[in-house]
């Protein structure tokens, strides 16, 4: 016990010391906390209410939504919004929650999670509920294969039992398997058919059946592989939601959730079926799919429909994934699309080619670590949708960087016409390929650890088309004085 205070006290004077040199945004007194006591996460003290949220994608824009609400009502929270979702972050998270007596003082935890951590760290925490958005093909050297994923996902919840609940995506045949045979209690989301045409995509994030090896087929598919889906040959389907999005109207941004609730529900509101508009954040499938799961949880936790609505009415997507400027009529955008990681990438190319603007695309997505290593996978290119870029509504395409040459390559071999293709390796130039006439819209997309550069990508863009707008006016003045004389 007298090395868990050690811990405890450690981390907390060396998180005081970066809060006052402005760098309290580190999980280091976190991974302080673990060296010195290595079960920190089991004898630290939790709030009554610990949430955690895991998945390949969407994990970043759910728990900041859970977090914002739960501020919003009243509740004192510890979150990373700077995503440490590992060890080290659970630690420095947790820390916050209590004094130097290890002193329960907030009300609430709520910790994104990678996938590969849950084991290992969940059981100890003990979270009240686990929130799964989704299992997909990651990256070879983070997250390997679906298959893996979901069997470390799935060993949490075994280690937990009926202790955890466990809220689910219906439209995953992948982790709407999770908890199955582990006690936990179950709760569902699902979509309905939105009328997309999801592209057909390269790499399968789950072939067959994982019941019986047959063929998986799908009523609709939403996007990737998350749809209603069904064997031909055994019972495997979508399973029933208890929370379903009957309809999904992005371009309004309107989601109405019924609510499909039994008599074990927590909710307040024991109505067998309700159902309820809210708002979306965001004019994407995906993003439609965390607030759905949102907002199952916040009903779940017993939030009335009128609050959460009201909630999701003042909330966009985190800086940290999309921003938006408008110059001149035309928007600049940035955009999250993780590098390395197939589904997520392909995810964001697709929406490129379905959003129906005239525009300029903007690649910033090699990884920072990998620019001193000349043997970074590449595999990911080439199970990754670049097809899906091959799309009339995508003018220009400007690629520079480290990785220049091998995006060019994987765009051609995808079928995207070369005079569509502006690759260059020095980053500077970029502004100067996009076009500032004939589009409505530009996206930077860009790898999530290059948030930053992402950024200055984009104001430096707007910044020659401003160039460029002072220039043709200028010259406009200077011949319309000519014409005077």
Known sequence: MLRFFFALWAAKFVAFIFKLRGNERDDWPGLLAGKLCPDFLER?????????????????????????????????????????????GFSINLMRCVNIFN???????????????LPYSMGKIKPNYILVTNICKDSLR????????????????????????A??????????QLA????????????????????????KDIAVCPHCGGKIKYNYRLYRH????????????????????????????????????NQESLITDKQHQTEHDYPLISATIFNAFNVLSAVALFRTLGFEQSVISEFLSRQQVTKIRETTVEFNGIKYHTYGAKSQNVSAASTVFEYMAEEPTIKDVVLCMDEVQDRNHPTETL????????????????????????????HKLRMLLAGIPEEKIVCIEDESKVPLYVDTEGIESVYVLFEIDYVTKALNWRDAIVAQAKKVAAEQLETKETIGKEETL
């Not at 199955?180 to 009328?195: I, N, P, Q």
């Open 44 to 88: 630290i003290s939790k709030p009554k209410l610990v949430i955690t949220i895991t998945g390949t994608n969407g994990k970043t824009t759910t728990s900041a939504l859970v977090n914002n609400l739960l501020k919003e009502q009243g509740y004192r929270t510890s979150f990373n919004d700077w995503g440490a979702n590992i060890t080290a």
């Open 142 to 165: 983070r997250n390997g294969h679906p298959e893996h994923i979901f069997n470390r996902v799935n060993k949490a919840f075994e280690v937990l039992g009926d202790k955890t609940t």
């Open 103 to 117: 002193q329960v003082k907030l009300d609430a935890s709520v910790l994104e999670a990678d996938e590969l951590t």
């Open 379 to 406: 595999t990911w290119l080439y199970e990754t949708d670049y097809e899906a870029l091959n799309s009339p509504n995508i003018k220009k395409i400007v690629c520079a960087g480290h990785m220049f040459l091998n």
């Open 226 to 261: 998350i749809g209603n889906f069904y064997c031909e040959d055994c019972d495997f389907q979508t399973p029933h939601a208890d929370y379903y999005a009957e309809s999904v109207d992005l371009e309004n941004r309107i989601i109405k959730i019924l609510e499909q609730t």
């Open 180 to 203: 199955l045979t582990t006690g936990s209690r179950r709760v569902f989301y699902g979509m309905a058919d939105a009328g997309l045409k999801p592209w057909e995509n390269i790499a």
């Open 167 to 176: 809220i689910l995506n219906a439209n995953d045949p992948i982790s709407s």
